[in-house]
């Protein structure tokens, strides 16, 4: 049973993410990629027999794929924020030529 509300809310956390793009929060749909991807994993080290689980877990399948295309068409779109790298040297330096 536990096992099944974890399905049911990855499919919940799917459509989270195509409403969390329709109101612009773009960067959260990368933590429930990471999250769903996650709960994926595990579920591909068990041992699946042919029941209604099984059944649930080809539907985690989808709601993975539907939530990479959404990161992949945001990241074609370029509306994600990229990681920066902060560079000490660079930023002492900028601030070096403000002061001259």
Do not use: C, H, W
Not at 1 to 22: D, H, K, P, Q
Not at 49 to 68: A, W
């Amino acid at each position: 049973m536990y096992l099944m509300g974890i399905l049911m809310l990855v499919s919940e956390l799917s459509r989270f993410a195509i409403n969390s793009v329709t109101l612009g929060d773009y960067n959260r749909v990368l933590s429930l990629q990471a999250f769903v991807g996650n709960i994926n994993s595990g579920f591909r080290l068990l041992n699946l027999k042919n029941d209604s689980l099984r059944k649930r877990f080809d539907s985690l399948k989808y709601d993975v794929k539907k939530i990479e295309e959404i990161v992949y068409d945001l990241t074609i779109r370029g509306l994600l924020q990229k990681p920066t790298e902060s560079d000490p040297e660079s930023s002492s330096n900028s601030t070096a030529m403000k002061e001259d």
